[in-house]
């Protein structure tokens, strides 16, 4: 027949001071690690509003660089003579952006985001390589027409892609949760007009050439 074990009272309360012991330690580990949580939260979340404000700010100010590009036409001084000798040229720089420069906690950022934001200076790089083509293309043009449209319109374009890019990056943070502000939108539509612009030169142009081109046809017929 096994033993019986028969309960005491300094049995019993040793068995509740070891147990009390037990549930203190388990206790106290996890509110330090809910602690621990919280502090990191806490922290991410204003490093991100920090991050949010200061490329944001990077951001707009390459936007308007864009735009400044997308409006440069080389006819700052007034409209370019065609019977001079003087080329046109460009008026404006473009605009730089270096990210990578940033001290900032790029991880928080959701993996899209963060490689549509670091990507902008490659970006840059490929308009720059496309419009020093056409570059090539008209260089016996003074007026360098072609040049100046394909300028004006791809900047135009990485402009606008900016603003997407600023936009998303607000909302995250909760900078912006509504709609683009109304100086986001005006930019937006700047930048729009400017591309559009573009493309009413060169059909007006287009349309010019077709014209010359079938009178001269009728005038040769005619002889």
């Known amino acids: 027949m096994p033993p019986v074990v028969t309960s005491s009272p300094a049995n019993d309360a040793a068995i509740i001071s070891a147990v009390a012991g037990i549930s203190g330690v388990i206790l106290g580990g996890l509110i330090t690690t809910m602690k621990d949580v919280l502090l990191n939260r806490s922290k991410n979340k204003a490093d991100k509003t920090y991050l949010s404000i200061l490329v944001g700010a990077h951001l707009d100010r390459y936007i308007n ?29 473009a605009p730089g952006f270096n990210p990578l420069d940033l001290d900032v906690e790029w991880k928080l950022l959701p993996p899209q985001l963060m490689h549509d934001i670091l990507g902008i200076p490659h970006e840059a790089e490929s308009v720059e390589a496309s419009i020093a083509y056409v570059a090539m293309t008209d260089e016996d043009d003074l007026e360098h027409r072609d040049f100046f449209w394909a300028r004006r319109e791809q ?10 890019i600023a936009t998303r990056l607000r909302r995250l943070s909760g900078l912006a949760k509504a709609p683009m502000s ?15 612009k573009v493309g009413q030169e060169r059909k007006k142009y287009a349309e010019r050439v077709t014209a010359i081109e079938a009178k001269r046809a009728s005038e040769t017929d005619e002889a």
Do not use: F, H
Request: proline fraction near 4%; include cysteine; charge should be negative.
């Open 155 to 164: 900047w135009g374009y990485l402009g606008l892609k900016v603003v997407d």
């Open 65 to 93: 660089g864009c735009y400044r590009m997308a409006l440069d036409d080389g006819q700052s001084q007034g409209p370019w003579d065609r019977y001079s000798q003087e080329e046109r040229s460009p008026q404006v720089t």
């Open 182 to 196: 109304d100086i986001e939108l005006s930019v937006a539509s700047g930048l729009q007009d400017a591309v559009n």
